[in-house]
C-alpha cells in the first residue's frame, strides 16, 4: 500500500478521486479510528457505530469527486460521520420526548430562582485538564435524555447553527433553542458536584 | 418563602422589572448574544439584583465551556477492527 504519510492530502484525494483502491484503504485505516470514536459519541451500540462508519465511507468515495478541499479530508469525514450517525438514530426512533424536569431550575411560588451560590476556585481550563472531571462530564452530557444530548452535541461541541440543527433534527429553530437551553441547564445540574457551593 | 425571596418577589414586579422566571427565559439568547438591547438592559437590572440569578448563570456558562472542553479533540479509537476495514474495502469494491 502506498505510504500517504509524508505525501500533501492533495495527493491523497487525488488518487481517491481516481478509484484507487489501496489509498481507499489507507483513507480508511487512517480516518478510521477518528471517524469511530465520533461515530461512537452518538450511537450507544457498537455494532451501530461500526456500521455507521461503514456508510459513511462509501458515502464520502461516492461524493469524493465533488471534494473540493475547502475543508481537511478529516473534518470533510467528521461531518459526513455525523450525519451517517444521525440518519441512523432517526431509523431507530423517533427521538422521542423525554422528560429532564427534575433537572431544569427551581422557582418558588413568587417566581424566584432558589439556587445556591457557587463560588468557582479552579477555572473552566484547570478542571477541564484533569481526566476525572473529563471523564464526569462526557458521562453527564451521555446520561442527558437522547434528543437534548443530541442537540446539545449538534450545537456546543459540533458547533453547527441553530438553522443547521434543526435541518439535521427535523425540529424548528424555536424548538432547537428550548430543547439546547433546557439540555444545557440539566447538564449544569449534573455537574454541581464539580462545583463548591459559596461559604462552605 | 424566605423574607430574602419575599422581597425579591415584591421588587421583581416594579415596573420593567424581571422576576427571575422571566430572566431564565432571556439566559439562552443571553449567551447567545442575540437578545436586544432592551430585553439585555432588563436582563443585566435584574442580574444585578439577583444573586441567585447571577450564581446561576455563572454555573450555566461553566458548564457549557466544561462540555466544550471535554470534547475538544476527538480521541481516534484504538479498536478500529481489521474485519470492519475489510468490511468497507470490500462494500466500496462491490458498488
Not at chain 1, 500533501?8 to 484525494?13: A, M, W, Y
Request: hydrophobic content about 40%; proline content about 3%; glycine content about 2%.
Amino acid at each position: 500500500m502506498e505510504d500517504y504519510q509524508d505525501a500533501p492530502e492533495s495527493t491523497l484525494v487525488a488518487a481517491l478521486q481516481q478509484e484507487d483502491a489501496a489509498a481507499f484503504e489507507y483513507f480508511v485505516r487512517t480516518f478510521g479510528g477518528r471517524a469511530l470514536a465520533v461515530a461512537r459519541r452518538y450511537l450507544r451500540n457498537s455494532d451501530d457505530a461500526e456500521d455507521c462508519i461503514q456508510d459513511a465511507f462509501l458515502q464520502a468515495f461516492r461524493n469524493i469527486e465533488k471534494f473540493e478541499q475547502r475543508s481537511s479530508l478529516a473534518t470533510w469525514l467528521h461531518r459526513i460521520v455525523v450525519n451517517s450517525a444521525l440518519m441512523k438514530l432517526r431509523s431507530q426512533t423517533r427521538l422521542a420526548e423525554q422528560s429532564i424536569d427534575d433537572l431544569l431550575p427551581q422557582f418558588d411560588t413568587g417566581e424566584c430562582r432558589v439556587e445556591p451560590s457557587w463560588r468557582f476556585d479552579e477555572s473552566v481550563e484547570t478542571l477541564a485538564a484533569k481526566g476525572e472531571a473529563r471523564r464526569h462530564v462526557r458521562d453527564a452530557i451521555d446520561s442527558l435524555p437522547e434528543n437534548y444530548r443530541i442537540v446539545l452535541l449538534l450545537r456546543d461541541i459540533e458547533e453547527y447553527r441553530t438553522d443547521e440543527t434543526a435541518e439535521l433534527m427535523d425540529m424548528t429553530p424555536g424548538s432547537v433553542k428550548i430543547t439546547l437551553h433546557r439540555a444545557r441547564s440539566a447538564l449544569k445540574k449534573k455537574l454541581e458536584p464539580l462545583f463548591e457551593r459559596d461559604g462552605e | 418563602m424566605s423574607s430574602h425571596r419575599k422581597l425579591k418577589s415584591w421588587m421583581f414586579k416594579l415596573p420593567t422589572m424581571l422576576n427571575c422566571a422571566e430572566a431564565e427565559e432571556l439566559m439562552h439568547d443571553h449567551h447567545e448574544g442575540d437578545l436586544p438591547a432592551n430585553r439585555r438592559w432588563r436582563l443585566n437590572l435584574h442580574l444585578k439584583l439577583c444573586r441567585e440569578c447571577t450564581s446561576y448563570l455563572a454555573a450555566y456558562e461553566n458548564s457549557i465551556a466544561l462540555g466544550q472542553s471535554a470534547h475538544s479533540d476527538v480521541e481516534p479509537a484504538d479498536d478500529l477492527p481489521d474485519d470492519l476495514v475489510a468490511k468497507i474495502t470490500a462494500a466500496r469494491e462491490q458498488k
